[in-house]
């Protein structure tokens, strides 16, 4: 359930529905997601869903991981690597590990204080190390380590926090989900030197990003 060829079904996939970023597809590839959820879960962590990861939340869909590595990926010069990306909202750490080795540094911010211990030992197990974690509130970005090249939201605000906005780069783009449930815009923000670039990528499902930490 978890061999080399229920992988590349899931990265055929994926490829069908127009993930067509390469280094995107082969990290899919690469990620052993059945490490990220429950040993019960295991057999179905290739398949194309969100599961419960414990604490009421839940490991994302890999087709939405994929799709916004590649919303960032494709928002930024490609000649310029990404050297500082922050996240928020790290849960279990799958889209932290696909896109590690595709930038320098990630800065990942989570509101669950245990979620965010257990995910800090995984990715250290597997051996990833150019993370940093920091339990919070992620709305309010990383101030200390601002301005970041990319910026990825993996929960829904009702509208864009303004520090996220304030912390991006010139060039930068931040990937968010934003709206109420059962009504949300995956937007990508991009801050050019006249100003930001707003486009709307596609109607998307998330959990909402709350307030505070948990
Ligand atoms: N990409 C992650 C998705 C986790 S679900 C994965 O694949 O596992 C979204 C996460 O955002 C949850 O863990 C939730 O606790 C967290 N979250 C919600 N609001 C937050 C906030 N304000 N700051 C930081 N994390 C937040």
Same mark, same amino acid.
């Given at each position: 359930?978890?061999?080399?060829? =229920?992988?590349?079904?899931?990265?055929?996939?994926?490829?069908?529905?127009?993930?067509?970023?390469?280094?995107?597809?082969?990290?899919?590839?690469?990620?052993?997601?059945?490490?990220?959820? $429950?040993?019960?879960?295991?057999?179905?962590?290739?398949?194309?869903?969100?599961?419960?990861?414990?604490?009421?939340?839940? +490991?994302?869909?890999?087709?939405?991981?994929?799709?916004?590595?590649?919303?960032?990926?494709?928002?930024?010069?490609?000649?310029?690597?990404?050297?500082?990306?922050?996240?928020?909202?790290?849960?279990?750490?799958?889209? =932290?590990?696909?896109?590690?080795?595709?930038?320098?540094?990630?800065?990942? +911010?989570?509101?669950?204080?245990?979620?965010?211990?257990? *995910?800090? =030992?995984?990715?250290?197990?597997?051996?990833?190390?150019?993370?940093?974690?920091?339990?919070? $509130?992620?709305?309010?970005?990383?101030?200390?380590?601002?301005?970041? $090249?990319?910026?990825?939201?993996?929960?829904?605000?009702?509208?864009?926090?303004?520090?996220?906005?304030?912390?991006?780069?010139?060039?930068?783009?931040?990937?968010?989900?934003?709206?109420?449930?059962?009504?949300?815009?995956?937007?990508?923000? =991009?801050? *050019?030197?006249?100003?930001?670039?707003?486009?709307?990528?596609?109607?998307?499902?998330?959990?909402?990003?709350?307030?505070?930490?948990?």
């Amino acid at each position: 359930m978890t061999s080399a060829r =229920t992988r590349e079904r899931l990265v055929q996939r994926l490829a069908g529905h127009g993930i067509s970023n390469l280094q995107v597809l082969d990290r899919v590839r690469s990620v052993p997601r059945h490490l990220f959820v $429950d040993e019960a879960l295991q057999s179905r962590a290739y398949e194309d869903s969100a599961l419960p990861i414990g604490h009421g939340q839940t +490991i994302s869909q890999p087709y939405i991981v994929a799709l916004m590595s590649q919303a960032l990926l494709d928002g930024v010069d490609p000649s310029q690597p990404l050297l500082k990306v922050l996240e928020v909202g790290t849960g279990c750490g799958y889209q =932290t590990a696909i896109l590690s080795p595709l930038v320098r540094q990630i800065f990942s +911010i989570e509101r669950i204080r245990h979620l965010m211990g257990d *995910t800090r =030992t995984r990715l250290a197990q597997l051996g990833y190390q150019n993370i940093r974690f920091r339990h919070g $509130d992620g709305m309010q970005g990383w101030p200390g380590q601002a301005p970041f $090249d990319g910026i990825l939201v993996a929960a829904a605000p009702a509208g864009i926090p303004q520090p996220l906005i304030d912390q991006l780069a010139v060039g930068g783009c931040l990937i968010i989900p934003v709206g109420p449930v059962g009504s949300q815009e995956l937007m990508r923000v =991009t801050r *050019t030197e006249q100003g930001l670039e707003q486009e709307n990528l596609c109607c998307v499902s998330f959990v909402p990003l709350l307030e505070g930490t948990g």
